[in-house]
């Protein structure tokens, strides 16, 4: 089990950054996979930034060059640095953890965050 708490959403103009938090309950070591995912209204949800198993990333290609996932390992927590920001980015985000147990994978989701980009 695994709880996340995202937070760092909110309003911004198009062309501004914000950055988004989500803390673990457990040590992010123990987690196998870990990131970002956004829902906009009418649409699926859809990948956006995540850790793989070791250090590899994963961006969309939508958001290459604009957003940069990183983590910080003693506070148990992964950001998502989102520069440049387009009206389009509109959506609520959501972190998402994977752990492997007991050859099942189970996969965990944070309450969400409302981000708004205006034109």
């Known amino acids: 089990q695994v709880q996340l708490v995202e937070s760092g959403g909110g309003l911004v103009q198009a062309g501004g950054s914000l950055r988004l938090s989500c803390a673990s309950s457990?040590?992010?070591?123990?987690?196998?996979?870990m990131g970002w995912y956004r829902q906009a209204p009418g649409k699926q949800r859809e990948l956006v930034a995540t850790f793989n198993s070791g250090d590899s990333t994963n961006y969309a290609e939508s958001v290459k060059g604009r957003f940069a996932i990183s983590r910080d390992n003693a506070k148990n927590t992964v950001y998502l640095q989102m520069n440049s920001l387009k009206p389009e980015d509109t959506a609520v985000y959501y972190c998402?953890?994977?752990?492997?147990?007991?050859?099942?994978?189970?996969?965990?989701w944070g309450q969400g965050t409302q981000v708004t980009v205006s034109s």
């Open positions: 998402k953890a994977d752990i492997v147990g007991h050859s099942t994978m189970y996969v965990f």
């Open positions: 457990r040590s992010i070591f123990t987690i196998n996979a």
